[in-house]
């Protein structure tokens, strides 16, 4: 065998390929249309998916209606890979670390809706109402994540 070596399609490569190729344009296919049940080609650990919906609650299901409102989620919810989360292992969660992520997001919208509740109170533009329905949320998703948080410190995962 002489000569250079590079990669050669034959055919079993090709038929790969292929496939390869196929799954890709599939999961184009369904982030981009209107989420459909199925997306099983989509790999959990796609940056595509929502890790938020996956460990949790996705924030922008969370604070939907509300004064809050983020708009649809731009990332992929599926319940076949919420089913294939709930279903791994701890190993396989710490692995994956998304409760991490999950987590770092919740936070960023505390954080949010901290700073909103003061200024509002600051500048007194909310009606009670408002803020009332503002601090409801807070103290929904706050021991939500600090539950989660503790969790996570006694099942340090491994290095
Ligand atoms: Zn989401």
């Not at 065998?1 to 090709?14: D, E, V, W």
């Not at 997306?39 to 609650?57: F, H």
């Not at 924030?59 to 939907?64: A, M, Q």
């Amino acid at each position: 065998m002489g000569g250079k070596c590079f990669l050669r399609l034959t055919t079993s490569n090709q038929k790969v390929l292929h496939k390869l190729t196929h799954r890709v344009s599939q999961a184009d296919q369904l982030i981009g249309g209107p989420s459909s049940g199925r997306n099983a080609q989509v790999a959990i650990t796609d940056p595509k998916v929502c890790r938020s919906y996956l460990a949790g609650t996705c924030p922008h299901d969370l604070f939907t209606n509300t004064k809050q409102d983020l708009g649809p989620c731009p990332k992929l919810h599926s319940e076949g890979l919420k089913a294939e989360y709930d279903a791994a292992s701890s190993h396989e969660k710490a692995k994956w670390g998304f409760e991490y992520d999950y987590l770092r997001d919740m936070q960023k919208y505390i954080d949010e809706c901290n700073r909103r509740i003061d200024s509002a109170q600051r500048r007194l533009e909310k009606t009670p109402d408002e803020i009332r329905q503002t601090n409801h949320l807070v103290t929904i998703v706050t021991p939500l994540v600090y539950s989660k948080l503790s969790l996570l410190m006694l099942n340090e995962p491994n290095k």
